[in-house]
């Protein structure tokens, strides 16, 4: 091969490759995005699970909006009150008092208290379990139905089945939601990790209907509301709802409650 084919060649090479190079630095330099300091420092305070709890796509996402105003600095729920802490200190704003939340499951229907309407065999999975006769084969259409989607959901193994409803270890759900938004039955909420009692059903049936299809669920009776000094509880569609922040953990409710339905948690 002609030698100064070669050199010419890669003379050429080496020239194109600068002249790209030069308008790509040009390029950059142009249309680059500038990024707030405070988001890449907000981004490194965060802890980093991706989990989506916050409503954001992931921390990055997060850490964006609250450099730009757009989201609470208290917004990551897995990070709490140490995280909200720090990122209010890079944007110079008080991040208050958060309050730790825990996802609670609202029901109480173990495979002895409550009732079967036939044996299931078929694919695990509640969303299509919840599709067939009757919404399943518990005889309460309200209830857990046992096959641990909000499990597979959670990413901290805070959530598991134990005698056929799903139920939450406190002290490592880090409130992400993911659970509430995996149960097709809409049985998960969030409420604050020093709750003393809540309410553990979620039938809206009548008293009667409850009572043939489980031991122990809400008959709507009202006791609990009558013995509320601090108004924290009311029945309303046959249910006792408890307002966390009014109740005083006195106790009287759970006490009076015929179902035993309102339990410690």
Wanted: charged residues 20%; proline residues 4%.
């Amino acid at each position: 091969m002609n030698v100064q084919a070669i050199i010419i060649a890669t003379v050429v090479v080496a020239v194109v490759g600068i002249v790209i190079g030069i308008i790509l630095g040009i390029a950059g330099e142009k249309f680059k995005v500038e990024i707030d300091p405070r988001e890449e420092a907000v981004l490194d305070a965060l802890p980093g699970n991706n989990c989506g709890g916050c409503g954001f796509a992931g921390c990055s996402g997060l850490a964006a909006a609250i450099a730009k105003g757009e989201a609470e600095v208290g917004s990551c729920p897995v990070g709490g009150a140490p995280v909200a802490a720090k990122i209010g200190a890079i944007m110079g704003v008080d991040a208050g008092e958060a309050v730790r939340m825990v996802a609670y499951v609202k029901c109480a229907g173990t495979c002895d208290q409550a009732g079967v309407d036939y044996n299931y065999i078929g694919e695990k999975s509640c969303h299509m379990v919840k599709q067939i006769s009757n919404g399943g084969p518990k005889s309460c259409n309200h209830g857990c139905l046992g096959f641990g989607e909000c499990v597979e959901a959670c990413p901290f193994d805070a959530i598991h089945i134990v005698d056929g409803v799903a139920v939450v270890d406190k002290e490592n759900c880090k409130a992400c939601s993911k659970c509430i938004k995996a149960c097709p039955q809409n049985l998960i909420e969030l409420i604050p990790y020093e709750a003393k009692v809540a309410v553990q059903c979620s039938s809206k049936d009548m008293g009667k209907i409850v009572m043939k299809a489980c031991k122990v669920g809400c008959i709507g009776c009202k006791m609990c509301e009558k013995v509320c000094e601090a108004g924290a509880i009311t029945v309303s569609e046959n249910i006792a709802h408890i307002d966390q922040t009014k109740c005083t953990g006195c106790g009287k409710c759970a006490e009076k409650c015929p179902k035993k339905i309102i339990r410690p948690v």
